[in-house]
């Protein structure tokens, strides 16, 4: 028994290195490569050395903090998606599919219409009870319809709580002439991203993690069925609190930090499972590896395909993870809404 | 007997709706930014207008309501079509991906595709029914199983997906693209009603005259596709046939709403219903009512929209999503 299980655990080890490796891999690109030219060596003195030199400063205060951006939002939200599969078992899931980025986006338009003056930290305190508003929207409505909650059904509903919730928002900034400031925040990504904002961002996602990798375990359990959770004495009330805790911080402060994104929620936890299997204690911290890498990456490609043009880095991510929806999709299809 | 029941009852729904629209239309006519006077509307539709109340009327509220009606007509015919022949309440145009698909076909053909003003307007819905043809056909393939055909909730589903990757993939096209057009694309991507020229309502018109009685036409067969396959099939419905032909209808009609009209969702999804609900399942009946229905509801959501914020008002689109979605939620709950 011990035996196998320190034989998962350096197996996991082993993967997690090499996903870890990776992820350094593309740190290295992302700070490498842009629309100026620089060079390794460039981006390993901004790091290590406090030079002022021109391109030095660039990397520094531009490339950096969005880097750096990108993988606390890529880990954000694939570890939200995680969790969020693992509660609702519904293989679907995923913040941006369920209706929490929508929310967050709500509330984020509805914040700079009423409250302009509220500064990053208010916008970010929107974004997270819009996000906590969106979900229990969602949530609620495939709770309270009778009959078994198919994951068919749920994404349904999410995509129409996405539609209403984005309408409003859509609707509200053009009534109220901040179409364009929001449009700019939503769909920039991680374009104007810096380092004060990374300081008001970190602590929530930050949080958001560590309570939820404390609690991959109970997820487990939780992800098999009530009843057996219950039977397992399990507190089953707390830890779905603290888990839906969890995953609105971290959705929340995405949206707050990289705008509207999709599919990474779905799609790096099932990657992560084809790697390591389905215990939550090793989805969890490879998905939140995966994410960051991944998030690089799209980040790396928005701002490099049409360079000095940005790409919304959105896009990308809704083209990559179309063919593992429909993959998911297709595997579950036979469940009738 | 029951049968000249509903239709005498579905003739009268039919008579109110006509009613409606055209009140929608005359006070649509005298509110917007500029105002024509009501007590001023007749004289200047008879030409005894100032220049500006005609200009005002004639070139700028007058297509654009033309243009809504119309829209919102075939959207929801495409809807009433989607929904028998999936055998799915949920279906509509904008949510299972065609409106993105035509997005798609816009987008390339306005970016890559030098053309004249004049041929502009009458390409854009066929370039648009391409993009949704595209569309709905892996839609379709991603949904269909050997043993079970097609698979109504898959269809959904996937379509879902592929309405935000085919958005996320129009994103890209447009960011590669030079800075006006993309804030043309942006805003048409919002629902905007944007070919307000009648001009566009010449491009729009033919599909509509001849894909809405076609639609009609075919409802008899509709009614059959709506059992399931076994029943269609055993009162001799060519279903492969039929229900190809229908689809296709059904992408023609969107696509050319959602080219001038820009992406508007719903309106497919709520127009079949309350037609259903007014007059029963027989689509002989409801076919109309329910085109009537979507002509009148998307007319109200623009008249309203346009209204509520200037200079440009908030897009139809938006409108529409405002009221269509918790009817949706509405529907998946009762479900």
Not at chain 1, 195 to 209: E, K, N, T
Not at chain 2, 221 to 244: K, M, P, T, Y
């Amino acid at each position: 028994m011990s035996s196998v299980r320190s034989r998962r655990l350096a197996q996991f080890a082993w993967r997690f290195a090499a996903a870890a490796a990776v992820c350094v891999v593309l740190f290295g690109l992302a700070l490498t490569l842009g629309a100026a030219n620089t060079s390794w060596r460039e981006a390993w003195m901004a790091l290590l050395t406090s030079s002022h030199d021109g391109n030095l400063q660039m990397i520094r205060e531009i490339r950096l903090p969005r880097v750096t951006g990108a993988m606390l939002v890529g880990a954000a939200l694939a570890v939200a998606g995680a969790v969020m599969q693992g509660m609702t078992r519904n293989p679907l899931a995923d913040p941006g599919l369920l209706g929490l980025t929508a929310g967050a986006n709500a509330a984020l338009t509805l914040a700079m219409i009423l409250f302009p003056a509220a500064g990053y930290s208010g916008f970010m305190l929107a974004c997270l009870i819009g996000a906590a508003a969106g979900s229990v929207f969602a949530f609620g409505l495939a709770s309270v319809s009778k009959g078994n909650l198919f994951p068919a059904r749920m994404v349904l509903a999410g995509a129409a709580v996405s539609a209403f919730l984005y309408a409003i928002s859509d609707g509200a900034a053009l009534r109220y002439k901040i179409a364009r400031e929001t449009s700019l925040w939503k769909s920039a990504g991680l374009v104007g991203a810096d380092w004060s904002q990374i300081r008001v961002v970190l602590p929530a996602i930050a949080a958001g993690l560590i309570l939820s990798l404390l609690l991959a375990g109970p997820l487990n359990v939780l992800s098999l069925n009530e009843e057996s959770a219950v039977g397992l004495g399990q507190r089953t009330a707390l830890v779905r609190a603290s888990l839906f805790a969890a995953i609105v911080l971290l959705a929340g402060a995405s949206v707050a930090l990289a705008g509207n994104l999709a599919f990474i929620g779905l799609m790096v936890p099932h990657v992560a499972r084809a790697f390591v299997g389905t215990d939550y204690r090793y989805v969890l911290p490879i998905s939140a590896i995966g994410g960051a890498g991944f998030m690089t990456a799209a980040d790396l490609l928005a701002r490099t395909i049409h360079a000095p043009y940005e790409t919304p880095v959105f896009s990308i991510a809704a083209v990559v993870g179309l063919p593992f929806f429909l993959l998911i999709v297709r595997r579950k299809g036979r469940v009738m809404p | 007997m029951s049968r000249l029941l509903s239709s005498r009852r579905s003739s009268l729904w039919l008579l109110l709706l006509a009613l409606l629209i055209v009140v929608t239309l005359v006070v649509g006519a005298g509110l917007g930014p500029s105002s024509v006077s009501y007590d001023r509307l007749i004289p200047t539709v008879l030409g005894q207008g100032t220049f500006k109340e005609e200009f005002v009327l004639f070139t700028i509220r007058l297509p654009r309501m033309i243009l809504t009606l119309l829209a919102g007509m075939a959207l929801a015919a495409s809807g009433s079509i989607l929904q028998g022949v999936m055998r799915n309440d949920l279906a509509d145009p904008g949510l299972i991906g065609i409106n993105a698909g035509a997005g798609v076909g816009v987008t390339l053909f306005y970016l890559f595709l030098p053309m004249e003003a004049g041929a502009f307007a009458y390409l854009l819905p066929i370039a648009a029914f391409g993009g949704a043809l595209l569309a709905a056909a892996l839609i379709f393939l991603f949904a269909y199983e050997r043993r079970f055909g097609i698979q109504p909730s898959a269809v959904v589903l996937s379509g879902v997906g592929f309405s935000m990757a085919l958005s996320g993939l129009m994103m890209i096209l447009i960011s590669s693209g030079d800075r006006v057009k993309v804030d043309f694309i942006s805003k048409w991507l919002a629902g905007n009603v944007w070919g307000t020229d009648w001009t566009f309502i010449g491009a729009l018109l033919p599909w509509v005259a001849v894909l809405l009685p076609l639609t009609l036409f075919k409802a008899c067969s509709l009614n059959l596709l709506a059992f399931s396959e076994a029943v269609a099939i055993g009162s001799g419905v060519a279903v492969a046939r039929e229900r190809a032909l229908l689809l296709l209808i059904a992408v023609g009609l969107a696509g050319s709403a959602v080219s001038v009209a820009g992406g508007i969702s719903f309106i497919g999804l709520m127009a079949p219903h309350i037609a259903k609900a007014l007059a029963g399942p027989r689509q002989q009946a409801t076919l109309p009512l329910s085109a009537l229905t979507g002509g009148w509801l998307l007319l109200l959501a623009d008249t309203i929209g346009r209204n509520l914020a200037d200079p440009d008002g908030v897009p139809a689109g938006v409108m529409a999503a405002l009221i269509g979605a918790p009817y949706f939620l509405y529907l998946l709950w009762k479900k």
